[in-house]
């Protein structure tokens, strides 16, 4: 059988050091501190002042930009409505157009009458009196009367 063959040390034993080890440490080691109690207050209040500074002066700049806004739409409201407006009074020209030239050839045909009667009684023949969407779309074309219809119900 053949022996595994340790080989022993020649020489002195290991001896600890000369006057000893030294003592183990069993008491808490503590962290070195990176910020101070006193520098994270100090960062806290001054993040909270130039936060507070840049929230009034964003704040400011977005009040004087909604009441440019605000204005320019106040602005803007008159015209969108007179072109509205005109948009409609040139539809209802086109109507009476369109029925005059419809009803050219019957005999005794008023245009905007019913066979010379008026439609609305003791109503002034000068009053405006608007037509219902039926009447107002009466000569437009199937796509333009749905387009008007849906831009009419999403608005």
Known sequence: MATIG????????????PGGYDP?????????????????????????????IAFYYSTRDFRRSQIEMQSARHVLLPLL????????LKNLRRNYNEEKELMKDYPGWVVGTYFG????????EEKLIEPCYKEYTVHASFEDTQELYFRSVLT
């Open 6 to 17: 340790a080989r022993f040390k020649s020489g002195p034993q290991d001896m600890p050091p």
């Open 117 to 124: 009667e008026p439609v609305y009684h003791g109503e002034p």
């Open 24 to 52: 183990i440490q069993t008491s808490r080691v503590h962290l070195r501190r990176v910020v101070t109690p006193t520098i994270a207050s100090a960062l806290t209040i001054a993040s909270a002042v130039i936060g507070g």
């Open 81 to 88: 409505i007179a072109e509205r407006d005109r948009e409609f």
